[in-house]
Nanobody, 127 residues
Framework: QVQLVESGGGLVQAGGSLRLSCAAS????????MGWFRQAPGKEREFVAA????????YYADSVKGRFTISRDNAKSTVYLQMNTLKPEDTAVYHC????????????????????WGQGTQVTVSS
C-alpha cells in the first residue's frame, strides 16, 4: 500500500506561483510513475503532469506546458509541482497519484492508470 499526502495549496493572485508537494509512504516510491491531476467544481478530474520513476521523462497537459514543472526527490519519497504564471482557470483541487506498473506511455494521462491517490490540496487563483 502507498499513502500519498499533498500540501502547498492556497489562495494566490493571477500571475503568482505555488509549489505543491506530495509525500509518499512505502519503500518502492522510486519505482512508481507519479502524476498530478486536478478537478474543478462540476468538472471531471483531468491530467496535469507526470514524471517517470527515475525522473528522466516528464509529460504535461497542453494547458500547463511552459508554466508548470513536475519533479521528484526519490530520497525523500516526494514529488513536486511548481506552478508559475497561475491563471484563474487553474483553480481546482490538485491530487497526486502513483502508478506502480512501470509503464510509460499514452495511458499516463488516464485516471484509471493510477492505483493510489492522495486526498488533494485546494488551489485557488483570483483574478
Amino acid at each position: 500500500q502507498v499513502q500519498l499526502v499533498e500540501s502547498g495549496g492556497g489562495l494566490v493572485q493571477a500571475g503568482g506561483s505555488l509549489r505543491l508537494s506530495c509525500a509518499a509512504s512505502g519503500r518502492t516510491f522510486s519505482t512508481y510513475t507519479m502524476g498530478w491531476f486536478r478537478q474543478a467544481p462540476g468538472k471531471e478530474r483531468e491530467f496535469v503532469a507526470a514524471i517517470s520513476w527515475g525522473g528522466r521523462s516528464t509529460y504535461y497537459a497542453d494547458s500547463v506546458k511552459g508554466r508548470f514543472t513536475i519533479s521528484r526527490d526519490n530520497a525523500k519519497s516526494t514529488v513536486y509541482l511548481q506552478m508559475n504564471t497561475l491563471k484563474p482557470e487553474d483553480t481546482a483541487v490538485y491530487h497526486c497519484a502513483a502508478d506502480p506498473s512501470l509503464r510509460w506511455g499514452l495511458n499516463l494521462v488516464e485516471v484509471s492508470e493510477y492505483d493510489y491517490w492522495g486526498q488533494g490540496t485546494q488551489v485557488t487563483v483570483s483574478s
